[in-house]
T-cell receptor
Framework: QKEVEQDPGPLSVPEGAIVSLNCTYS??????FMWYRQYSRKGPELLMY????GNKEDGRFTAQVDKSSKYISLFIRDSQPSDSATYLC????????????FGGGTRVLVKP | DADVTQTPRNRITKTGKRIMLECSQT?????MYWYRQDPGLGLRLIYY???????NKGEISDGYSVSRQAQAKFSLSLESAIPNQTALYFC?????????????FGPGTRLTVL
């Protein structure tokens, strides 16, 4: 079983819809949670960063962490065709320094 | 100019050949990483370096070696390439411990081993 599980998709939504993405994990030591966005033929870029449990909002993006359930989510409101990409969750534990463990990524397609 | 650059961007080689992938960064970061990405498996850590004299194995280091030539340069070598090393390879950098753990990725190298 992978340490971080993520549905590979693809997830297809109409423009303007809410995109809901999630990851589950098994390592209770994870404290730092990230979402990366990766466009085709590009490197991942950091989208959201959250420490421990709770919510964080940045524009159209909201990240949620529920450590008790070992579950994290990313919501994209008012989705745009430019949001079409692969979204990767990543997490790390303090003891692991900056070593990140990634989910497999979810491919999202926002149709005009 | 990009902060993290990788060369080459694409490479096709044959089984048994030695290959070197190079990474350079202008972000002034001490920490550098090499990952490979395979469909459905996300990114898996090959090697990482917290400074010029510090090299550590990641989860999938077998068949790979690295060299940290300077703070800004970190290269990955495949001593004898095999077909299951066909993948996308990414270099990343980050700031020191106590920072946000944010890693900045290069554009990737697509390697095909025939």
């Amino acid at each position: 079983q992978k340490e971080v599980e993520q549905d590979p998709g693809p997830l297809s939504v109409p423009e303007g819809a809410i995109v809901s993405l999630n990851c589950t994990y098994s390592n209770s030591a994870f404290q730092y949670f990230m979402w990366y966005r990766q466009y085709s033929r590009k490197g991942p870029e950091l989208l959201m960063y959250t420490y421990s449990s709770g919510n964080k909002e940045d524009g159209r993006f909201t990240a949620q962490v529920d450590k008790s359930s070992k579950y994290i989510s990313l919501f994209i409101r008012d989705s745009q065709p430019s949001d079409s990409a692969t979204y990767l969750c990543a997490m790390s534990a303090v003891a692991a320094g900056n070593k990140l463990t990634f989910g497999g990524g979810t491919r999202v397609l926002v149709k005009p | 100019d990009a902060d993290v650059t990788q060369t080459p961007r694409n490479r096709i080689t044959k089984t048994g050949k030695r290959i070197m992938l190079e990474c350079s960064q202008t972000k002034g970061h001490d920490r550098m990483y090499w990952y490979r990405q395979d469909p459905g498996l996300g990114l898996r850590l090959i090697y990482y370096s917290f400074d010029v004299k510090d090299i550590n194995k990641g989860e999938i280091s077998d068949g790979y070696s690295v060299s940290r030539q300077a703070q800004a340069k970190f290269s990955l070598s495949l001593e004898s390439a095999i077909p299951n090393q066909t993948a996308l390879y990414f270099c990343a950098t980050s700031g020191p411990s106590g920072s946000t753990d944010t890693q900045y990725f290069g554009p990737g190298t697509r390697l095909t081993v025939l």
